[in-house]
């Protein structure tokens, strides 16, 4: 019967890794500095990167890097806070080797 027993835990573990994954695959969260907007969802895949033309000086494009590496550090960062609150409230993988 033990078998079954962890047969069912990893069952249990496989549905709320995947129910995880869902809620941080919906998730979407916009960041800006200077010119740069970028859409990022929970799994830090970034969905759309946006460049307000107008605003950007070709003769520095130094100030354009700095807002794009400000722009994905704040957005990751936004993406994290969301994954560790997900793992929270839904209880984290209990059960994960490692965990």
Do not use: C, H, W
Request: no cysteine; hydrophobic share 40%.
């Amino acid at each position: 019967m033990a078998m079954f027993g962890k047969a069912k835990e990893q069952l249990d573990f496989i549905k709320k890794a995947r129910e995880i994954q869902k809620k941080l695959k919906s998730e979407t969260f916009t960041v800006e500095s200077g010119s740069v907007r970028i859409i990022i969802n929970g799994e830090q895949k970034i969905q759309q990167v946006i460049l307000n033309k107008e605003d950007i000086n070709i003769d520095r494009l130094d100030v354009l890097e700095k807002d794009i590496k400000t722009a994905l550090e704040n957005g990751i960062k936004k993406s994290q806070e969301y994954a560790a609150n997900v793992m929270k409230d839904i209880g984290g993988l209990d059960g994960f080797p490692g965990m």
